[in-house]
């Protein structure tokens, strides 16, 4: 088969001002970037504020492993699904950043047939929003250095300034660093260090703001740092919401690019799913809500992550609660949760298989809990035999769960079309969506929940930091605000190595980190990654363009 | 009056596409980027090959003084005032870096009536041609830390690293860091600091590059490191030429934007006039060669600086040679050169004047020594009295040089068309350009050529160090390069108080700097700064977006 680069630019991509047009936007709703990307005004919103919200759907995940389970790729194909179906549907997905690009081999894009084009320019620069964050971000580092140098007016402590600097690459060399060195003229010497952007807070808050005075007054109340007294310092503080939220004037804007069927998709702003909530922008899915008569939106990492934070964080700020949801599986990734190690996966192994699904069905009834319909899609790949395809198919029925074979890769819409119809009766129940706890519970209390009730664990406990940290937040009047679990990705439990549906764990939040512009607290179990590494051989070394300015390399 | 921001929002912008259909190019030819601005790509340049190049005008200035002069105000008036002759002309600019638009009120897109529009977006993140360069640019450095932790396979030596990252932002504290902290998994300890983006050599490279395979090539050979034997390292060396020119696919693509009058502009890279060349993009110029009758291009700092620098590096990367110089000067800059402080400029001062005068004199003689015809434009101000201009005009004339009084700042085109007349006439006799050095020379001659007579200094001085690395720079074969003074921009001298003309003087250059991807050799005096500060109330306090996403307070 071709590579997901080759398919690309072989694809027939059509101007986006005729995929605007598939949503009802005329040339004056948007602003091109190029033939194939446009901007959508927050003007548009205001347009058709009177047209009903569509329906939503939130795919999302297995606990991922290193087999792969292809989120993206059921989204995207799911959407062109719809429309093959004659259902006007549109996907909402997260912004790569470029810093795993360059590293690790794999975009953001879905890939095979069922891929969001232009996929160079998506996973590379796309429309400059994570730029702008960059910028944004280091800005505000910028001014509150300048405050200390002259005359430190906030008298903001060096040693509490909380806010990081960051980068859009992978560079673990920037984790711990020390700035203003150098002399008198050179700022004053402290530590610091680097983030990636997509872990920045500006991004959480790019992707929770609904408008422009929400963007700012969010930007406003970020703390930065803390006095010598420990109070909180603000960006509002040091003068600057205004300026900051001018840089992120154009990144507010959703992105509207086209998968190679043609579907319209919003590709809009991409935190990260550990020490942020992981999904796209609130003002993409409420465009999308707004044109389109379905909405697929995609959460990071497994629905233990993303997806709980897309019930719990994301979607307070939504006009409408999820609708259903989609948890994507593939046999591969059940039987490594089943104890088969990578190399083995092509070989048939039923009792595998029956041991992973225990990882399955706790997201299935996890996603029940809130009263979702739910759905398997089972990703199909070439390894599978007909025998464990039946297996899952027969493990999964068995729990009153419709699930579905899905090949987009391959096929593209067709690949989901069984997928779309069962999804179109599952939309014709009525839901009946509850967060999993209310936001007046205390922060203790709402992260026991998420530990206990989602995660299948016995018990939190909070290191000393933690629960003098909580006492901080509910001083300072925070302690409504909702969580957001900083955890590994692989495992319910917060040690990587628990696969499938570990039982009886006990979870250590060694750290809480407010953050009040995003408007959550963080709760960090673990270690907690926000500068990726490069690799020994990073997958740029075989990026390149030649004469014509034509990419290859990029996957 | 009112202010430029107000002027550019009251301005009535056309679509791109028109202002396009100008130059006859056509939407095919372009890339939108909103409905203002747009990318040329490079296929433009092969499809215009027969055209003949139109007339070069570089716009140059006398020494710069805090009473501002008004370059690239004059520039765009001029390339106006010609549209209004029936002449089609352009203008060629560089592109304004964030962080000095941050810190320190003042736009790089001209003022008043003669502004080049979008001038919010341009002086913002523009097309994310500086974003571009800022992610190549840490790229590198983040692939070659990596290089060192995963076992240093090149035998770099930590200490002589001469890469440094970069952000596009007026930031001291990171001037100099100490990075890689943190123990073994997060890099390698070593010193390290932060330009801002436009003094990356990355920019330099992009601002002289003919074609994507040129691109790569510089890329390719730029020194980032030396080895623990003292041997060059570079990108090549780091197998990631190809990826980082990828990186800059659509950065290298010049920029299309409009005059207040509709005039087309091309605003295309921005390189510092200090550790680089200070000039536009040679594709942006030879692009507007191409497309008009007349291209006016403006160069950074004044005519010693920018001015000998696009005459001897980049005029050597275009495809023909200057055909006049506009040198702008004011009646209230001449009177600072004159001794005058800057709270009596308004006070009428004929001898400051004349003494002052010996500061345009030197940049006319020097300008002339190139074989190329001058003109002055003295750019009014409200406070020069009628006896000031009448000396200034006398002054000029007793030199055989014409002069113009230009007023765009209020009139936009109307107030150059007299410039635009008499350059017309000095179009018309030929130019007979030579450089002011061959490149056969060593460095040292070099130096000393422009020293002694551009500057007007009495001789060189090399530091010991200086003198190591000019034989180091024989020895790697670059010493046929041109060379790249960096020097401050306020005297002819290395010392930024001697005003107007001084003499005798030794300029002591202290270190070589080989930047053999931009292809010149910088030559360091005195301190160089190379990551600007923020002032005690930055401009970023007044900046502000409403509701609506309109901006105020910038500028």
Known sequence: ???????????????????????????????????????????????????????????????????????????????????????????????????PVMGIKGGATGGGYAQVLPMED?????????????????????????SLQQGNPLNIDPRRITWKRVLDLNDRSLRHVNIGLGGVVNGIPREDGFDITVASEIMAVLCLATSYADLKARLSVIVVANTYDRKAVTIGDLGVAGAIAMLLKDALKPNLVQTIEGTPVLIHGGPFANIAHGCNSVLATKTALKLADVTITEAGFGADLGGEKFLDITTRQLPKNPDAVVIVATIRA???????????????????????????????????????????????????TVAEIEKLIALTKALNVPVSLTNVYEKGGAGAQDLAEKLADLLKEKSEFHYLYPLESSISEKIQD?????????????????????????????????????????????????????????????ELVPKIGAGFIVALTGDVMTMPGLPKQPAALKMDIDEDGKISGLF
Chains 1, 2 share one sequence.
Request: charged residues 25%.
């Open 1 to 99: 088969m071709k590579t997901d680069i080759e398919i690309s630019q072989e694809a027939d991509l059509r101007p986006i001002t005729e995929i605007a047009e598939k949503i009802d936007l005329n040339s004056d709703d948007i602003e091109l970037y190029g033939k194939y990307k446009a901007k959508i005004p927050l003007s548009v919103l205001k347009k058709f504020d009177t047209n009903p919200d569509g329906k939503l759907i939130l795919v999302t995940s297995i606990n991922p492993t290193p087999a792969g389970e292809g989120k993206s790729t059921v989204t995207v194909g799911l959407a062109d699904a719809f429309n093959r179906l004659g259902t006007k549907a549109m996907a909402a997905l997260r912004e790569p950043s470029l810093g």
């Open 122 to 146: 998506i996973n590379l620069h796309f429309t400059g929003d994570i730029h702008a964050i960059t910028t944004a971000n280091n800005a505000v580092a910028a001014f509150l250095d300048n």
């Open 334 to 384: 059940l039987k490594m949760h089943g104890g088969v190690g990578k190399k083995e996966l092509t070989t048939e192994n039923l009792p595998a298989l029956e041991a992973g699904f225990a990882n399955l069905k706790r997201h299935i009834e996890n996603m029940q809990s809130y009263g979702l319909p739910v759905i398997v899609a089972l990703n199909q790949f070439a390894s599978d």
């Open 450 to 510: 998420v530990v206990t009730k989602i995660y299948g664990g016995k018990s939190v406990t909070f290191t000393v930091k933690a629960k003098r940290q909580m006492k901080e937040i509910e001083a300072n009047g925070w302690a409504n605000l909702p969580v957001c679990m900083a955890k590994t990705q692989y495992s319910f439990s917060d040690n990587a190595t628990l696969l499938a549906a570990p039982k009886d764990f006990e979870i250590t939040v060694r």
